[in-house]
């Protein structure tokens, strides 16, 4: 007679797990299952979960009891592992397999994950990281509650985090707050603008999954002070949870500069540790997802690491201005119901210098209100306005198609004419309106 089937820490290093025949260490996640004999008598049986869910493929660890007991990183982990079953058992091969993530207290080791290392590798270098358990401490220095690390990379997830396939991912520093870098502490930031707390609470409200992304390289630079650096960074991004009063996770790839190190953005290690590990298997819709950044490779930007880390992705990319000085209700949809002249430029004309229809679209466009300023692949080229007057002639021309795309408020150029005459194709041009 078959009794209940629950989830605890283990107590003890005594049990054996009947699936595998391996023992099952003191405090690590296990699954009991009890086994009702004649009488008044039970029994009951330690698995590991990672066993019990192969055998027990209608296994649904969110159900048994116990389950919200447990941290929140085992909870996830024993959703991505549920997920991670399910997919093997889909693919007799085996090949799309994912182990179990690291959250799962006293999970084996991940099998290799591929992370690409950013926009400054070629494509075919790879970096691969092999998952682990997480630390409440990041090199020797203590995190607060909820806090923990794993590799070069510290993390929080509240615990009113849930899982969504919409995700608004944000830089901090420039664009949630203004911290002046001669401050140091937990209090020694401010809102970049008022309207933070609303639009990160109306994304929310909207069934988005609040994200930041965010390098921060004193916490290594620091060697001595490491402490003091994690707790200023955390202390800041406390302070704005609170304010906001909406849940976030974070992760802070702590990381030098020029180290090649795979989760310093615009590498994209962070964000493949939220997709593989961080958000219960589900899968990220990229297309309803956005990220904010200000590092954008303006002039006025140290560098374009923002721009890059979301163009690797396939993320679409705004700025923290665009986003947040919008007062709509959703400024993802602040360009509904206005009317551009969108004009299609004929090569010939363009490469000619003379002149033409690029007069015609400067004025259509600047008669409405907006001034222009040119979105390359490498980032922002200046100056701003695109048609601005050099010695008679124009510069920054753009031809062929004009496609307006309101949910980035961004008009797309599929090439861009340089007035030498030359036709420079390029991967991503856009033409913003400020």
């Known amino acids: 007679m078959e009794g209940r089937v629950f989830i605890e820490l283990s107590k003890s290093a005594r049990a054996v797990c009947p699936l595998c025949g ?41 159900k048994m009891d116990g389950f919200v007991a447990l941290k929140t990183t085992d909870q996830t982990g024993l959703q991505n592992l549920k997920v991670s079953v399910d997919s093997k058992n889909s693919d007799k091969s085996g090949k799309n397999f994912v182990a179990p993530a690291a959250g799962i207290s006293g999970s084996p080791v991940s099998k290799v994950t591929s992370v690409t290392e950013g926009p400054t590798s070629s494509p075919s270098e790879i970096k691969r990281f092999e998952s682990s358990e997480t630390s409440i401490l990041y090199k020797g220095a203590r995190l607060p509650v909820g806090w923990k690390s794993y590799s070069s990379v510290i993390i929080y997830e509240g615990d009113n985090v849930r899982p969504s396939e919409k995700i608004a991912a944000f830089d901090f520093d420039g664009t949630l707050v203004d911290t002046n870098v001669a401050r140091h502490g937990a209090d020694a930031w401010k809102l970049l603008y008022r309207s933070v707390p609303e639009k990160l609470a109306f994304f929310h409200h909207e069934g988005y999954k609040l994200v930041i992304f965010s390098n921060e390289s004193n916490i290594d630079r620091w060697s001595n002070k ?26 802070i790839a702590c990381g030098k500069s020029n180290t090649n190190d795979i989760f310093r953005k615009p590498s994209t290690g962070m964000w493949h540790l939220l997709e593989q590990h961080f958000n219960a298997g589900r899968i990220i819709d990229k297309e309803r997802s956005f990220y904010v950044g200000d590092a954008a490779g303006r002039k006025k930007d140290h560098s374009a690491a923002d721009f890059e880390f979301a163009k690797t992705l ?22 509904q119901g206005r009317s551009f002249r ?41 100056p701003s306005p695109l048609f601005k007057q050099n010695g008679g002639s124009r510069t920054g021309k753009c031809s062929l198609e004009l496609k307006f795309d309101w949910i980035q408020s961004q008009i797309q150029i599929e090439t861009l004419v340089i007035y030498t005459g030359a036709v420079v194709p390029v991967k991503t041009v856009l033409l913003l309106l400020e």
């Open 226 to 251: 490491r402490q003091a650096a994690i707790d200023s960074k955390l202390g800041r991004l406390k302070g704005l949870m609170e304010l906001a009063k909406v849940p976030m996770q974070v992760f």
């Open 314 to 335: 396939g993320l679409k990319f705004l700025l923290p201005e665009n986003v947040f000085t919008i007062t709509t209700p959703n400024p993802l949809d602040s360009t």
């Open 342 to 382: 969108l004009l299609r430029l004929s090569e010939s004309v363009a490469s000619s210098g003379s002149g033409g229809d690029d007069a015609n679209l400067e004025e259509s466009v600047e008669a409405q209100g907006y001034s222009l300023s040119l979105f390359c692949q490498g980032g922002y080229e200046e």
């Open 22 to 62: 391996h023992t099952i260490p003191k405090d690590i996640v296990r699954v009991g299952k009890e086994t009702m004999a004649a009488g008044p008598f039970r029994t009951t049986r330690w698995h590991h979960p990672w066993c019990y869910a192969e055998n027990f493929p209608e296994t649904d660890f969110t």
